[in-house]
């Protein structure tokens, strides 16, 4: 699997904007980027995926650099809610794609 | 948020005895998986499956055994019950399993093994 690493921990003020940085290096021209959260007490969720473009949805942004061995989801206003730990993960359907594989996570802490 | 149950929530348990988890979904969703979370190592994939009577084994499949014989639940074994057994378990779900597919979780089952 390809490999993936995050700071362990970030922090940053409710309402400001918040860039939460992935390296993957040997990432492969088949691998989706995607992005997982876990809210304290609760099992992961979803919050985006992409390939090479930059991605936009309701929960983040995802910005992808051009040589793809490194991406950012970005949280544009970020409220006490989304303190969680972030999830950055590969997935290829060459694997089968049966699984996702976590590293650590970073962890995101907001202050009111 | 997808329909995804998992029970029990809670459990105590000691250590030589079966137990059973249970997750259940109302998505009708073909693809099932059981992950194991401990700090320090994330979340660990334990056994998945395809479809009904249809389960593979995850990177941690020792002492656990898994069973689907209905798309709507899959049931994972802990034969006899060792305290390195004691973790958050949880569910997931997906519709598919390509490179773009969503898996879905469910609220977890935090197991003590005493």
């Known amino acids: 699997d390809a490999k993936t690493t995050q700071p362990n921990s970030m922090e940053s003020n409710e309402e400001e904007p918040v860039h939460l940085p992935c390296n993957h290096s040997t990432i492969s021209g088949t691998d989706y980027i995607h992005w997982y959260r876990q809210l304290p007490s609760q099992g992961p969720e979803y919050v985006i995926h992409?390939?090479?473009s930059n991605v936009n949805n309701r929960m983040a942004s995802l910005a992808i650099a051009e040589d793809r061995k490194s991406s950012t989801l970005i949280l544009h206003r970020a409220t006490l809610r989304d303190a969680a730990v972030y999830y950055c993960i590969l997935r290829d359907n060459a694997q089968g794609a049966q699984k996702l594989v976590f590293g650590q996570g970073t962890r995101l802490t907001i202050n009111p | 948020d997808a329909g995804i149950t998992q029970s029990p929530r809670h459990k105590v348990t000691e250590t030589g005895t079966p137990v059973t988890l249970r997750c259940h979904q109302t998505e009708n969703h073909r693809y099932m998986y059981w992950y194991r979370q401990d700090p320090g190592h994330g979340l660990r994939l334990i056994h998945y499956s395809y479809g009904v009577k249809d389960t593979d084994k995850g990177e941690v499949s020792d002492g656990y055994s898994v069973s689907r014989s209905k798309t709507e639940d899959f049931l994972l074994t802990l034969e006899s019950a060792t305290s390195s057994q004691t973790s958050v378990y949880f569910c997931a779900i997906s519709e598919w399993v390509t490179s773009t597919d969503t898996q879905y979780f469910g609220p977890g089952t935090r197991l003590t093994v005493l």
């Open positions: 992409g390939l090479t």
